[in-house]
């Protein structure tokens, strides 16, 4: 159980704020630590279409709504990883993160995410960090697009739940 597996991790940039230098820097970060990793980004729909342009040439880019829960939604669905890490624009991801998380995967279900400032719920849980498998996600379905975002993820949370997945909150991972 506790050993380290290789879980063909990608990553799922949102970049909500349509701030090009951040996206580099989340990018950047990204291809120094993780080289094999494949990685989107997820932009507004607001976001003019020079910036779309240059994100494009940063990585592929595909287009939510306003809302953190459309924004996971559309890029969970073009992820391009077997497991697959949220990660906000702006976020320097730290190294070997991926071993850290894959000592606590048992199975597909497995939804983890990183302790941040004493939150161990998932409700309460930072976005930066959240990990889960593509497959997983696909069999739960996306989260709700109206409604506090904590609203939101207690009830995309329970429905994890109906499926079989289990939260694990991961300590001393910090991930950005």
Partial sequence: MYEHKNLNCGFVILCPDQNINLLKSTVNSIIV?????????????DTNKEDINEMKKICPVF?????????????????LGEWNFLVCAGAIVRPKIDERFSLFVNNKKDILYPIVDNKMEFIDSSLNGFFINKE?????????DCGPFQIVKLMWGLTA??????????????FC
């Fill in 33 to 45: 630590r993780y080289p094999e990793s494949p990685f989107v980004c997820v932009a507004e729909g």
């Fill in 63 to 79: 287009i939510g709504k306003s809302t953190f829960s459309s924004l996971i939604n559309v890029g969970m669905d073009n992820a």
């Fill in 136 to 144: 997983t996600w696909k069999k739960i379905g996306h989260m709700g």
């Fill in 161 to 174: 739940m109906n499926h079989g997945s289990i939260f694990k909150a991961i300590a001393g991972s910090r």
